[in-house]
C-alpha cells in the first residue's frame, strides 16, 4: 500500500553516494554480497523498513520499536524510523515495508531499562520514563545482526536463527539492570496477553493475543480491529534474576510472577494506559545473555523451536555469524559484476528486503496456526508453511522474483495460501497478515500470483486443487460478496458481487461493494486474463475466462481516453478528471488508466494511436523534464503498485529504447543508498523486487505469464542461480551511465530482434548478450507478436 510521502528532514536522511569505480567485466562477481547489504536503506521517507536481526523468511526479526511520545504509536510503520531515535524496546516480530501506520505485529518489546521500576510501565503514556534515546553513531545493522548502545548506557546485541533469538544487554556497572518484556504492546494493541516470571529458573515466559492490521485507517479500517493470532514467547537468562514484578494497567505489583491483560485496537487516550507485562532485575553491571524463542503454536512449540535452533551454549557472535553466511549464500542467487559501490549496495539490499518475506510461520515439529484458529500440520513434501501475503502490492513484482530466484520456496508459498483458503471457508483474502484474512486493499491478487508461479515453473504445489479453488472464487459468488463491513479499503467481501460483475461484465460504482468500479474490474481483468493462462497449461477450458481478461474495456470511455468509473445503468461516473480516484483504489485514473499488461496492444487500440505520446506525457512534465518521482496524480508515480508496470509498456508498443530511458531514469535518481533509498513504502519487498528486476534488465511482462521485458542492463554481467538449478545469465559489457540502449541482442547465441524473452529462458534457462550504445536504436520496433 502508498502512503502519502513524508518530507524529509535533517542531512542525515540525504546520505549520497561516496564516488565509486566501476569494476570491469572481467572482474570477480561479488563473492560476499551480504558486505553490500545496509539494512537502514528505508528506514526513512515513509520506506517502512527495519534495521534488526532476521535470518532469510525468517519468523523472528528482534528489531526496534520506536517512539515520538505515544505508547499507541511508533516512529513509523513497523516500529523504525530513522529520524526518531528514542526506543521503547525491541520486539520480536515485524513486517517489512507495510503501510498502515503503524504496521504489523511489533509483538512482544523488551526494555533493557537501567533505572529503578517503580512505577507501571503502561502509566508511562508519553514514554518519558520507560525508553531511552539512542544515537546512529551507536547503531550497527548488518545482515543477521543488530547492534546499538542506548543512551542509559546499555549495550544491546542481538542475532537470531529462523524462530529462535539471542541477546546480550550490557548493563553499565553504577546502575540498575532490568530487562521489561511488554507483552501487551503490539505496535496494533491486543486483545490479551499474559506473562510468568521463573525467577528460581531464570526464565520468562508469555504471550500476546493480537492482530489488528490497518486497523486504524479511516477508510474502514474499524472492521480490522480484531484478533487472529497469538504469539508465545519462552527467554531464559544466564545470569540470576535478583527482583521481579509486574504490571496492569497503571498497577505494579513488585514481586509478582504472574499477571494478565490487553490494551485493545484503539489508538490514543482511548487505549493509553493499558495493558500488561513483566520486569527482571539483575545485579548491576551485569552482562545478561536472553536466549529467546517464538510459536503462533504454543507455548511448548516456542520451547521446542529454541531448543532445536539455539543450543545452550550459543552465542550473539557465533550467532551472527551464522546468520550472516546463510544471507551471504542467498544473495548469491543473483551474482552482479561491475558497477559501483553504491550500485551493489543499492541492489543487494533490495533483494535482502525481497527476501525478508513470505515470512516462515509453521514450527520445527511443522505444526502451524490456520486462518480457522485450529492447529495444523504441512502437507506431505512442504517444507514450511508461509505466512502474510500482501496481495496487491506484491502480484506485481515481488512474487516473479520469488518464483524466478526461489521456486522451491514460491511452491510452498503457494501450498500456503491453498491451505489458508481451505480453512477459511474456500475464500482467498488479498491481505493476509501471518494466517490473517484482513480483506486490505482490492482486487483478487492469489489468482495472478499462483498463476504466474505456475507460467514461471514452480511446481511443489497442488496446482489441481488450487486452481479449482480460485476459479470456483472467481465464478461462484461467496457468501460475504455484498458485505460492505470495512469498506471501502478493508471490504469483506473477496470477488465482491461478483454476480452483478458478471452480469454486467464490470464493476457497478454505485454496487460493487468495494473500493472503486474501475480499479475492480481493472484487477478482475487481470486475474481472470491470469487465470485463463493456467487454464490452458492445465489443459482446461479456457475462452471464458480470457474473454473476461478483455472487460477492462468496459471501463474505459472513449470519449475522455481514460478508465473511468462506471454506474449500474451503464452511465460513466460524473465530473471526471484524469487525476480523479473516485472509481479507483489508491490511486488516479492517469495511472489506472495503464494498468492493461495483459492487452497493450488492445490498449493502444483503444488510444487511437496517441498510447506513445499519452506514456510520453506520463513520465514528463508539461516542459519534457522527467518526472518519475511522484507526487502528481496525473504522472507516474513510482511508490504506486498499479503503474509498475508502465515503464516497460513501450517494449510491447514498439519503441523499446523509451523502456530503457525509462527504466534507467528511475534506477539512477529514485532508488539509491542511505535510509532514504527508496522512494515509499516497500510493501513487503515490492519496491525493491521492482528494482532488482530494472536493475538486471528485466522484467516480466504480464501476471500469468512468463515472458520477461528486456530493459536496460545496469551492470556489465548478472549470474542468476534458480534454486531448481536452473542458470540465467545477462552480459551488457558496454554499459555505462552513457551506453543504456540497446543496440542488439543474442539468446544462446542467436540474434533476436524482440524486446521480451521467452517462456524457456525462465523455465530452462540461457544466455542473454546485449549490446549497449550512447544513442536510441530501432531494436525491438519490428513488428512482433506481442
Avoid at 504509536?73 to 513486517?95: E, I
Avoid at 529454541?306 to 551474482?335: C, F, H, M, S
Avoid at 522451491?408 to 488479498?430: H, K, L, P, T, V
Avoid at 551492470?715 to 543496440?743: C, M
Amino acid at each position: 500500500m502508498r502512503r502519502v510521502v513524508a518530507a524529509l528532514t535533517g542531512l542525515a536522511l540525504l546520505l549520497p553516494a561516496l564516488p565509486a569505480q566501476a569494476q570491469p567485466l572481467d572482474g570477480a562477481a561479488s563473492t560476499d554480497p551480504a558486505a553490500s547489504v545496509d539494512p537502514l536503506i528505508g528506514s526513512a521517507r515513509d520506506g517502512n523498513t527495519w534495521p534488526g536481526a532476521v535470518r532469510p523468511f525468517g519468523m523472528i526479526s528482534w528489531s526496534p520499536t520506536s517512539t515520538r511520545g505515544d505508547q499507541t504509536s511508533t516512529g513509523a510503520a513497523n516500529g523504525y524510523q530513522y529520524d526518531t531515535t528514542r526506543v521503547r524496546g525491541f520486539s520480536l516480530t515485524h513486517v517489512n515495508g507495510a503501510g498502515c501506520n503503524p504496521g504489523a505485529a511489533g509483538d512482544v518489546p523488551i526494555l533493557p531499562y537501567t533505572g529503578t521500576v517503580d512505577s507501571s510501565p503502561t502509566a508511562d503514556t508519553k514514554d518519558a520514563k520507560y525508553a531511552s534515546d539512542f544515537s546512529h553513531a551507536n547503531e550497527k545493522a548488518v545482515p543477521g545482526r543488530y547492534t546499538v548502545k542506548l543512551d542509559n548506557g546499555v549495550q544491546t546485541d542481538l542475532a537470531v536463527t529462523t524462530r529462535a533469538g539471542v541477546g546480550d544487554f550490557t548493563f553499565p556497572a553504577d546502575q540498575p539492570a532490568n530487562l521489561l518484556f511488554r507483552t501487551s504492546n503490539s505496535l496494533n494493541g491486543s486483545e490479551d496477553a499474559e506473562i510468568t516470571i521463573d525467577a528460581a529458573h531464570r526464565k520468562v515466559t508469555g504471550s500476546v493475543l493480537t492482530g489488528a492490521f490497518c486497523g486504524r485507517r479511516a477508510n474502514g479500517g474499524v472492521n480490522n480491529r480484531k484478533t487472529y493470532y497469538r504469539l508465545y514467547f519462552t527467554a531464559s537468562f544466564d545470569q540470576p534474576i535478583v527482583a521481579n514484578g509486574t504490571w496492569k494497567d497503571a498497577e505494579l505489583t513488585p514481586g509478582s510472577t504472574h499477571t494478565t491483560g490487553g490494551e485493545g485496537y484503539a489508538t490514543g487516550a482511548d487505549r493509553a494506559g493499558k495493558g500488561s507485562g513483566g520486569y527482571v532485575t539483575f545485579k548491576p553491571g551485569a552482562k545478561v545473555r536472553t536466549r529467546i524463542g517464538i510459536s503462533y503454536v504454543s507455548l511448548a512449540g516456542a520451547e521446542r523451536n529454541l531448543a532445536t535452533e539455539l543450543r545452550p551454549d550459543a552465542t550473539v557472535n557465533r550467532i551472527a555469524a551464522d546468520g550472516y553466511r546463510e544471507w551471504k549464500n542467498e544473495l548469491q542467487d543473483v551474482e552482479v559484476t561491475g558497477g559501483t559501490d553504491a550500485q551493489r549496495t543499492t541492489f543487494y539490499t533490495a533483494l535482502y528486503h525481497a527476501y525478508l518475506q513470505p515470512n516462515i510461520f509453521s514450527d520445527v515439529d511443522g505444526r502451524y496456526l490456520g486462518t480457522d484458529q485450529a492447529i495444523h500440520r504441512l502437507t506431505p513434501g512442504q517444507k514450511a508453511q508461509y505466512g502474510t501475503f500482501s496481495g496487491w502490492d506484491q502480484y506485481r513484482a515481488h512474487i516473479q522474483l520469488l518464483a524466478l530466484l526461489k521456486p522451491d520456496i514460491a511452491g510452498d508459498f503457494a501450498q500456503s495460501m491453498y491451505q489458508f483458503a481451505q480453512q477459511n471457508n474456500g475464500i482467498w483474502d488479498r491481505w493476509l497478515h501471518n494466517n490473517g484474512a484482513t480483506h486490505v486493499m482490492t482486487g483478487d491478487p492469489a489468482a495472478p500470483t499462483l498463476a504466474t508461479f505456475a507460467a514461471m515453473g514452480v511446481r511443489n504445489f497442488d496446482a489441481s486443487g488450487a486452481y479449482a479453488s480460485l476459479l470456483h472464487q472467481a465464478t461462484v459468488q461467496n457468501a460475504e460478496a455484498t458485505n460492505d463491513v470495512g469498506c471501502p479499503g478493508q471490504c469483506t467481501g473477496q470477488r465482491p458481487a461478483l454476480d452483478t460483475y458478471l452480469a454486467k461484465h464490470y464493476a457497478p460504482q454505485d454496487a460493487c461493494h468495494c473500493w472503486g468500479g474501475a480499479a475492480e474490474t481493472l484487477e478482475n481483468s487481470l486475474a481472470d486474463f491470469s487465470l485463463g493462462q493456467w487454464a490452458d497449461r492445465l489443459g482446461l477450458e479456457s475462452a471464458a475466462l480470457n474473454d473476461r481478461g478483455t472487460w477492462w474495456k468496459n471501463t474505459f470511455d472513449p470519449a475522455v481516453g481514460y478508465q473511468r468509473a462506471r454506474l449500474s445503468d451503464g452511465s460513466w461516473q460524473p465530473n471526471f478528471t484524469p487525476s480523479t480516484d473516485v472509481g479507483f483504489a489508491q490511486g488516479s485514473s492517469a495511472t489506472y488508466t495503464w494498468m492493461v499488461p495483459q492487452d497493450v496492444s488492445g490498449l493502444a487500440e483503444a488510444m487511437n494511436g496517441q498510447a506513445v505520446p499519452r506514456l510520453d506525457a506520463f513520465f514528463h512534465d508539461a516542459a519534457g523534464n522527467w518526472a518519475v518521482k511522484g507526487g502528481s496524480a496525473l504522472r507516474y508515480d513510482p511508490t504506486n503498485e498499479p503503474g509498475l508496470h508502465a515503464p516497460w509498456l513501450y517494449n510491447g508498443l514498439g519503441v523499446a529504447w523509451k523502456t530503457q530511458a525509462t527504466t534507467r531514469e528511475i534506477v539512477d535518481t529514485v532508488y539509491g543508498v542511505g535510509p532514504s533509498g527508496l522512494p515509499g513504502n516497500d510493501d513487503l519487498g515490492t519496491l525493491s523486487a521492482w528494482y532488482v528486476f530494472a536493475a538486471i534488465g528485466l522484467f516480466p511482462q504480464t501476471p500469468g505469464r512468463a515472458e520477461l521485458l528486456v530493459g536496460s542492463p545496469l551492470f556489465p554481467k548478472v549470474a542468476i542461480k534458480r534454486s531448481n538449478g536452473v542458470r540465467l545469465t545477462v552480459t551488457a559489457p558496454q554499459t555505462s551511465d552513457t551506453n543504456q540502449y540497446v543496440e542488439s541482442l543474442s539468446l544462446n547465441g542467436h540474434e533476436r530482434a524482440e524486446s521480451w524473452l521467452p517462456e524457456s529462458f525462465v523455465t530452462q534457462g540461457g544466455r542473454i548478450d546485449v549490446r549497449m550504445g550512447a544513442a536510441p536504436t530501432s531494436w525491438g520496433t519490428a513488428p512482433l507478436d506481442r
